[in-house]
């Protein structure tokens, strides 16, 4: 059987297996990228997606959750959303952790074949990593936020995994499936996003403009006050509910 042919059981066991959603905030109109990620048992997932939909109302009953829509009339609902991550039941165990690029110190041309979106893949590559270093004996579901991209989920899985295994990870295969999920439909990609997106309101320095939005400064301030963090412009412990990593580039 070839390297890249892993036999796996038929199902994996919901009760071994970590989701990861991952998404990103800023990648093409500031100067930092930041990308973030939940990790939540997947045996807890439906109730997580429950939660989340009860906390929106009633000022959202229905439509997608993001930090572009973050508005005065709506801060309610989701500063309901985020307080859910950080106090409810079905989060007691969920993590969040994300990286931050400074995209003005990013060379393509040398480091990713001139390619913008080899240089992104390998920031999920990077994010999805840690993950699987903090949590050493789970097995995990991949599902980054869907995006256009001739880039295969399969293709991120199979490096994943040789990367884990060169680097001494005793686990077959650790991470196990790997797709793209519909922001739309997957409430807690919708969370990531909020999350993610108060981390790039505060490090690209949005909240200190003029014509800045008060609701989503208030969200931002109010998701790192819950995280703990006082300069997002600095890493916090590599472990923990709520981490910033801010990445060294090779020059």
Request: aromatic content about 10%; charged content about 25%.
């Amino acid at each position: 059987m070839s390297a890249t042919q892993p036999v796996f059981p038929e199902r994996d066991d919901c009760n071994l297996i970590t989701d990861i959603y991952i998404d990103e905030s800023s990648q093409t109109k500031n100067r930092y990228l930041v990308i973030g990620g939940i990790c939540i048992e997947k045996s807890l997932v439906e109730e997580a997606n429950a939660c989340l939909s009860t906390t929106r109302l009633p000022q959202l009953p229905q439509g997608e959750m993001k930090w572009g829509k973050v508005s005065q009339a709506k801060l309610s609902a989701y500063g309901r959303t985020v307080k859910a991550f950080f106090d409810d039941a079905p989060f007691s165990n969920a993590d969040f952790h994300c990286l931050i690029v400074d995209t003005h110190k990013v060379d393509h041309r040398k480091h990713n074949e001139g390619s913008r979106e080899i240089g992104f893949n390998k920031e999920v590559y990077n994010l999805a990593s840690k993950f699987a270093r903090l949590y050493p004996r789970t097995l995990f579901h991949l599902y980054p936020d869907y995006r256009d991209t001739n880039q295969r989920p399969e293709d991120l899985r199979l490096i994943l995994n040789r990367g884990r295994a060169k680097s001494g990870d005793k686990r077959q295969w650790p991470f196990r499936q790997c797709h793209f999920r519909n922001s739309k439909r997957t409430p807690l990609l919708q969370l990531v996003d909020l999350l993610t997106g108060s981390v790039a309101w505060c490090v690209n320095g949005h909240g200190k403009r003029p014509e800045a939005s008060a609701a989503k400064t208030k969200l931002s301030s109010y998701v790192l006050r819950r995280a703990g963090v006082t300069d997002c412009s600095a890493d916090t412990l590599m472990r923990g509910k709520f981490t910033i990593w801010h990445r060294t580039l090779r020059k």
